[in-house]
């Protein structure tokens, strides 16, 4: 079975730092590009940041640039994020995810069961 | 940046046709996702580029995609499709994952 679980997160003080990892299993984790996806409390979901097959190549939303760090060990079928300079809106249920598609066509085929972050004194 | 526009609920009876709409500037020209979200739960993909579905997924799920509007279609609607649906597409421009904000079906 191809499956995505999240581990980590947890409760980080404003300015704090947290690591979320993704293990993956049931799937050849080398072959797909992954992604993170955020869901505030109540809210939608927003996307986070994306990891090419390799791990060379990584994009970020603009809220998270130079705070967050997505990467991928291909040889533990682990993803990860490092959170860094948490503030009180990071406050979220963090979700890894598998895509599909030609990069223009990207679509969320696997999802993991998501890890609440929550940043708060 | 590129934006997405959902209307915040739809209701329907059960037994009837629901839509969910999604706009954006020349979406026709984008290859539009759907995903559904019931209670604590996480995503589930149930139509990709335009209007294919994955394994697992009703033929009463449809989507369609023209001008600057995309629609996901529910017929004979279920009380087990009351969730949350998002639209996703690919922002060349920008490089980044969009989203709508997402639709609440209410299944009277």
């Known amino acids: 079975e191809e499956q995505l679980v999240e581990s980590g997160g947890g409760l980080v003080q404003p300015g704090g730092s947290v690591r979320l990892s993704c293990a993956a299993s049931g799937f050849t984790f080398s072959n797909f590009w992954m992604h993170w996806v955020r869901q505030a409390p109540g809210k939608g979901l927003v996307w986070v940041s994306r990891i090419g097959r390799d791990g060379s190549e990584t994009n970020y939303a603009d809220f998270v640039k130079g705070r967050f760090t997505i990467s991928r060990d291909n040889a533990k079928n682990t993803l990860s994020l490092q959170m860094n300079s948490l503030s009180l809106e990071d406050t979220a249920i963090y979700y890894c995810a598998r895509v599909r598609g030609a990069i223009t066509t990207y679509y969320f085929d696997l999802w993991g069961q998501g890890k609440l972050v929550t940043v708060s004194a | 940046s590129y934006v997405l526009t959902q209307p915040p609920s739809v209701s329907v009876a059960p037994g009837q046709t629901a839509r969910i709409t999604c706009g954006g500037k020349?979406?026709?020209?984008?290859?539009v996702h759907w995903c559904q979200q019931k209670p604590g739960q996480a995503p589930t993909l149930v139509v990709h580029d335009d209007n294919d579905r994955p394994s697992g997924i009703p033929e009463r799920f449809s989507g369609s995609n023209s001008g600057n509007t995309a629609t996901l279609s529910i017929s004979r609607v279920e009380a087990g499709d009351e969730a949350d649906y998002y639209c996703?597409?690919?922002?060349?421009?920008?490089?980044?994952?969009?989203f709508g904000g997402g639709t609440k079906l209410t299944v009277l």
């Open positions: 996703q597409v690919w922002d060349s421009s920008s490089d980044h994952v969009v």
């Open positions: 020349n979406i026709g020209g984008k290859s």
